[in-house]
């Protein structure tokens, strides 16, 4: 339920302070930051969706609650207390039959002692692939899987490394680093701050950081020789910067990254080039985080209103 005690316009005139812009959530993710229509999940139906804290997997999940445009994911076969949150939009979700329907590998869980295993699995017979008749999810990027780039690590997002385009999925790329292991991958869509091509580090007196088994010195044209790939041409790269956009002391709505099912109201503190550092009203500093730009946690004000979710108010 949304809180009827709270009002974004007499917190704004009180506070003088004003939102984050709806355009730049929109020139982020490319959809309008207010969804058209109702939360169309149910509690219950089975879907298939990247796992976020292994970013590389999509997994077989149903969804456990519904609160306004957001959902309770559970990954089949295990734990709940892995249960993750996200929108109804979030463009990592997929309908059952994706994976096998696009030649993807879909993980299903396997953690849970027989006899508390979820019985009921779909089938993922043939006919459910008719939900991928339109298919949203074809490239529609000019980036080419084994496309070369130079990419923030977002797990050490003071290091830009050398970078491979694993997978795509309609505007997302599977960002993966040459010589990692695949812990450190992440999706991100094509006008992603976190992306860059190559030659970016050298130019913008950055250290670019190599391959582990890397030696010598490196010169990105011999290794995308030798690793007979090709570069990301640098046309493919966006360049919206959010930074002329959002500024310091402007206030939005964020998931609470420590309890997901909450959202709370809180305020920009400070900007880098592909993150944004939120404090939540009320709270003490030590709560700030930084979170990705284009984090699906971030919400416009009056987000909570339009969904139907509830919104915190800043504690007193
Ligand atoms: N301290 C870490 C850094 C890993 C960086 C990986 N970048 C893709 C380590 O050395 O394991």
């Not at 949150?85 to 396997?110: E, M, Q, V």
């Not at 007979?228 to 002329?244: E, G, I, L, V």
């Not at 990254?257 to 404090?279: G, T, Y």
């Amino acid at each position: 339920q949304p809180n009827p005690k709270f009002s974004w316009k007499a917190y704004m005139e009180l506070n003088k302070a004003v939102p984050v812009p709806e355009q730049t959530f929109a020139a982020i993710h490319g959809l309008s930051p207010f969804p058209k229509q109702p939360n169309p999940f149910q509690v219950g139906c089975f879907l298939e969706a990247v796992d976020p804290d292994h970013r590389s997997e999509i997994c077989l999940m149903k969804v456990a609650q519904v609160q306004g445009y957001r959902l309770r994911l559970h990954f089949v076969g295990d734990y709940s207390c892995y249960d993750i949150w996200a929108p109804a939009d979030w463009p990592l979700i997929f309908p059952c039959g994706f994976c096998k329907s696009t030649g993807r590998k879909l993980n299903i869980a396997n953690r849970l002692p027989d006899e508390v295993r979820d019985v009921d699995l779909p089938s993922l017979s043939s006919g459910q692939s008719d939900l991928l008749t339109n298919d949203p999810y074809k490239n529609s990027t000019v980036f080419k899987i084994g496309d070369k780039l130079e990419a923030v690590d977002r797990k050490n997002s003071d290091l830009i490394c050398v970078a491979t385009v694993v997978d795509i999925i309609g505007e997302y790329l599977l960002i993966h680093f040459d010589g990692w292991h695949n812990e450190y991958d992440y999706w991100a869509r094509f006008n992603s701050p976190s992306i860059h091509p190559i030659g970016w580090c050298k130019s913008n007196n950055y250290i670019l950081s190599l391959p582990p088994k890397y030696k010598g010195i490196f010169s990105w044209q011999q290794y995308i020789k030798l690793s007979k790939s090709q570069a990301a041409s640098p046309k493919c790269f966006s360049t919206y910067d959010h930074r002329k956009d959002i500024k310091i002391g402007m206030k939005l709505e964020v998931v609470d990254h420590r309890n997901q099912l909450v959202v709370r109201v809180a305020s920009i503190v400070d900007v880098d080039e592909f993150r944004v550092k939120v404090h939540y009203d009320g709270w003490g500093s030590e709560c700030d985080v930084w979170m990705d730009i284009d984090s699906h946690d971030l919400h416009p004000p009056t987000w909570c209103l339009k969904t139907g979710h509830l919104l915190q108010p800043p504690v007193d």
